[in-house]
């Protein structure tokens, strides 16, 4: 359930996770980034990206609306390959764990920068 505070609207975000760089590729939807990132990162769900240690944030996008949201990700999990790697390379070339630096945790791995931008 998306959380919201008195008069803020909730926003969505579709997001990649990889195992490293050029691995493999996970694409969601949530509207907790932080809170699925940490779920991603400790496998506390079974299934793909704990059995493939799929773990590290490496693109994200938000949204206004939770329909666009979910487009967005049924789009990008129909793409190639190489276009998911190319979108995630244009904001992020390293392939840099990006949850570090949304949770305050700057010095767990080094940080180039969020990718992302908000969109409606």
């Given at each position: 359930m998306a959380r919201k505070l008195a008069n803020e609207e909730t926003v969505y975000f579709v997001y990649i996770l990889a195992s490293k760089p050029q691995g493999t590729l996970y694409i969601g939807v949530t509207s907790d980034l932080i809170n699925r990132g940490?779920?991603?990162?400790?496998?506390?769900?079974?299934?793909?990206?704990?059995?493939?240690?799929?773990k590290d944030l490496v693109y994200?996008?938000?949204?206004?609306?939770?329909?666009?949201?979910?487009?967005?990700?049924?789009?990008?999990?129909?793409w190639p390959r190489q276009w998911k790697v190319n979108l995630i390379e244009k904001d992020n070339p390293h392939w840099t764990d990006?949850?570090?630096?949304?949770?305050?945790?700057?010095?767990?791995?080094?940080?180039?920068?969020?990718?992302g931008q908000a969109r409606q």
């Amino acid at each position: 359930m998306a959380r919201k505070l008195a008069n803020e609207e909730t926003v969505y975000f579709v997001y990649i996770l990889a195992s490293k760089p050029q691995g493999t590729l996970y694409i969601g939807v949530t509207s907790d980034l932080i809170n699925r990132g940490f779920e991603h990162r400790n496998g506390t769900k079974p299934g793909f990206t704990s059995r493939y240690q799929v773990k590290d944030l490496v693109y994200f996008e938000q949204y206004g609306d939770v329909h666009a949201a979910i487009q967005r990700e049924k789009t990008l999990k129909k793409w190639p390959r190489q276009w998911k790697v190319n979108l995630i390379e244009k904001d992020n070339p390293h392939w840099t764990d990006l949850l570090p630096q949304l949770t305050g945790e700057v010095g767990m791995r080094p940080i180039d920068g969020l990718p992302g931008q908000a969109r409606q």
